[in-house]
């Protein structure tokens, strides 16, 4: 019978992914709760260091599958290695992160494996050993509480979500024969962004502009810089080529999960609250006192956002001193 | 080039969802019905490589009646052909269910590339068209923003947290759609009259040869057990002084001191 509890981590170029550390904490939780094993399971090349990290996450097993054919991701080589290891542990439950990589592997992994997923999980709840999945459907207007049948459930949880919680245990560290088998994909190039741009799926503040900007975002990126925080924006913003559509907030861009979000020139239409509304705190800043963004905030300013945001960012300076 | 296009009718994303009486499915009735929107510009690279290239385009999708009109659009925007999948037996079939539907259906369609969304608006599970490339052992590219076409193969800009990933697959392959992609045009008068003529399969699970019990919402994997509205939050504290300054000093206190974000 399946048991035992699967993390699956994601590494880019030899550094793990801030949700891969979310999926090994919340394994543990859910393989305690049932009284299971967890793995830790990590696929690359040159990343003997990487098993050493994820010992501090408490896993009981560390798979390393190490192959200079996994330098990068493709979708090919990782289900066929990920469903030969599957297929051999049997495990019950397999969690991974509802990032762009997760997002691209869980539906191919179920296919192979003939397992049910629930994708963008924003909790899991364990109840006399059965486990209930909660995840925003809709764009986040509605959330779903769902239960997977079958002998394996595939879990991807949504970035940024998750507590990250180190347990630090003597992990033992595996190498499973796994076959890369036929790939018919290949990864010729990589454009990452320079600097230091924070990745809004991944951001703790994200400082967000709309149509009140009217396409100057000058006053949101000096917010931005001294929070530290990434610059996200509203659908009409894109739209109006103001902003690049990685930069989207909302149901047709991206959906965020900071612990502060702070909406600048953003009516809040409902497509953009969808988006956005799992943030922990959120802030709006907008000219009309009756905008809808104002029903989603919790702390709002009435005011023109060209005023208010540079005396923000200066109130922020002296926070920070 | 022979392409097909998986497309899904959703509520419109403006639409206010509600929870049906069941407490597990939503109110179908009084919202507004459209293509998802990452369908669109599916439907639209398929036409601009037709254009470019020469062959087909085939729109095929799973749902009631009234999915039909999804189609239609597909067809006005100049698509050539529809196949529906209609069936009361395939309502509510979750996502591995509906890549079965669909790929079953493209065992009788001629294709060198499918194009999809890398997700459909409404359930949010970005799984139907991966599935369907591995049913059908082809490769797939998700969340794309560019594509090109040469030599048997396909060259496609996958977008990533942070960046872009170019990634090449051979033919046949099955790509899907990320914003930036391109600017879906509009049906034409013309367009949405000739849509009227053109043809549309009509499917059902036995033509298709899938298992009943293998599909809809009764043979769900992924079992709703309830739909909720998200919590609401406190009524936002409006923050008010005299000068914006000290209102942005107010603010920042409260982030500072409560939310020990800054």
Redesign the interface.
């Known amino acids: 019978m399946a048991q035992g509890v699967f993390a699956i981590t994601e590494q880019r170029d030899g550094e793990l992914r801030k949700v891969s550390l979310e999926a090994v904490s919340e394994g543990r939780r859910v393989a305690d709760g049932l009284g299971a094993d967890l793995t830790a399971v990590v696929l690359g090349t040159g990343i003997e260091g990487l098993a050493e990290e994820l010992k501090k996450y408490g896993p009981d097993k560390i798979w390393v599958v190490d192959d200079p054919a996994l330098a990068d991701y493709t979708t090919d080589a990782y289900t066929n290695i990920l469903s030969g290891l599957i297929q051999t542990a049997d495990p019950a439950v397999i969690i991974l992160g509802a990032s762009a990589q997760g997002k691209d592997l869980a539906g191919r992994l179920a296919a192979r494996l003939d397992a049910g997923v629930a994708m963008d999980c924003t909790a899991i709840k364990l109840d006399n050993g059965s486990l209930t999945y909660t995840r925003p459907m809709f764009g986040g207007k509605i959330v779903a509480d769902v239960a997977i049948e079958g002998a394996l459930q595939i879990v991807a949880i949504r970035p940024n979500v998750m507590d990250i919680t180190e347990a630090a245990k003597d992990s033992a560290i595996e190498k499973p024969a796994a076959e890369v088998g036929e790939v018919k994909t290949a990864v010729i190039q990589k454009t990452m962004d320079t600097g230091d741009k924070i990745e809004l799926t991944e951001a703790d503040i994200i400082v967000s502009g709309g149509r009140g900007t009217g396409g100057d975002y000058a006053v949101i990126e000096a917010l931005a810089a001294e929070l530290g925080a990434a610059v996200g924006a509203s659908r009409s913003a894109v739209d109006e080529g103001w902003r690049p559509h990685s930069d989207q907030v909302g149901q047709t861009g991206k959906t965020v999960s900071p612990t502060l979000y702070v909406a600048c020139g953003i009516s809040g239409a409902i497509q953009h609250l969808a988006g956005m509304s799992t943030s922990k705190y959120i802030v709006a800043i907008n000219k009309d006192a009756e905008a809808p963004i104002f029903s989603k905030a919790d702390f709002g300013i009435a005011g023109d956002l060209f005023d208010v945001v540079p005396a923000l960012t200066e109130e922020v300076k002296k926070v920070k001193g | 080039m022979d392409i097909v296009v998986l497309v899904k009718q959703v ?1 419109d ?5 509600q ?1 049906a009486d069941d407490g597990v499915s ?1 109110k179908t009735q009084d919202i507004k019905w459209t293509m998802n ?2 369908d669109e510009l599916a439907v639209e690279e398929a036409l601009q490589i037709k254009e470019a290239q020469g062959g087909t385009v085939t729109i095929l999708t799973l749902g009631p009646d009234k999915a039909i009109e999804a189609i239609r659009t597909a067809l006005a925007m100049g698509a050539d052909q529809g196949v529906h999948i209609n069936d009361p037996a395939a309502q509510g079939s ?3 269910a509906t ?1 079965k539907l669909l790929a079953a259906a493209l065992k009788d369609i001629p294709y060198d590339l499918i194009i999809a969304g ?2 459909a ?15 059908l052992g ?6 794309v ?1 560019k594509a090109e076409i040469a030599e048997g193969k396909i ?1 496609c800009h ?13 033919l046949p ?1 099955l790509f899907t759609t ?3 992609l391109n600017e879906p045009r509009y049906a034409s008068l013309p367009g949405i009259m000739k849509a009227k003529k053109k043809p549309v399969d009509v499917k059902t699970v036995a033509d298709l040869g899938v298992d009943a019990a293998m599909v809809g919402a009764a043979n ?11 919590p609401e ?2 009524a ?4 008010e002084g005299e000068a ?2 000290d ?3 107010a ?6 001191e409560e ?1 020990k ?2």
């Open positions: 509520p994303t403006e639409a206010l969802v929870i939503i929107p990452y979750d996502s591995l890549a890398h997700r608006v409404d359930e949010d599970n970005y799984q139907v068209a991966s599935a369907v490339a591995e049913l082809i490769p797939q590219v998700s969340m923003n060259t996958r977008t990533v947290e942070g960046g872009t990933v170019v990634v090449e697959a051979s392959a990320q914003r930036g769900r994997k992924v079992k709703i057990k309830a739909l909720n509205l998200p939050r406190q936002v504290k409006m923050i914006t300054a209102k942005a000093a603010l920042v206190k409260i982030l500072h939310t974000i800054i």
